[in-house]
């Protein structure tokens, strides 16, 4: 058995849920390893971010996002609203905007308001994964002809590059 281990990044946006589908980029990567049979591990390591397999829907808003897509994160919003502001939530507390704004990262610019993201976390966390496993059979990936891997950035405070990570085990 052989293991292979690719990895994509995606640009998300502000203001709005940022959704992308994976599919056409995770058959690439299985075409280009040539393995026939096996399984195909796509993981993200972002807290705020989910990955989930679903039937792909057709119709976009302007947005580019598909209906199915909209009604999500119209069921979202009234489950676990957007934070628009400190104490919409318990979280964070003070030892976490301390520790976050100890943080040297360009990704993360220590400000506090790039911390009032809970409802990304909560989001996350109802809606699960941080991944998608999914067989290869024959060269190809088994998801049918509608279905497709979608990462979804549920904090809605800035653009930032994410990291999606791709393991194929098989031969």
């Not at 964070?92 to 976390?121: C, Q, R």
């Not at 059979?137 to 994410?162: I, K």
Request: net charge negative.
């Amino acid at each position: 058995m052989n293991i292979f281990h690719e990895t994509l990044q995606v640009r998300t946006v502000s203001g709005r849920p940022s959704y992308h589908d994976l599919q056409e980029k995770v058959k690439k990567v299985v075409n280009d390893l040539e393995v026939s049979n096996g399984i195909c591990v796509i993981t993200t390591p972002h807290t705020t971010c989910s990955l989930y397999y679903d039937e792909t829907m057709h119709d976009t808003n302007y947005f580019g996002d598909e209906y199915l897509q909209v009604d999500i994160n119209e069921m979202m919003e009234k489950i676990i609203p957007q934070m628009k502001t400190e104490g919409d939530y318990h979280s964070p507390g003070e030892e976490h905007i301390k520790f976050g704004l100890s943080l040297s990262d360009p990704n993360y610019p220590a400000e506090k308001w790039v911390m009032l993201n809970t409802d990304a976390h909560l989001r996350a966390s109802v809606y699960g994964s941080n991944s998608v496993t999914l067989i290869i059979q024959n060269g190809s990936l088994l998801t049918g002809e509608l279905g497709r891997v979608y990462f979804v950035d549920w904090d809605q405070l800035r653009e930032r590059e994410r990291t999606i990570n791709i393991l194929v085990m098989g031969q």
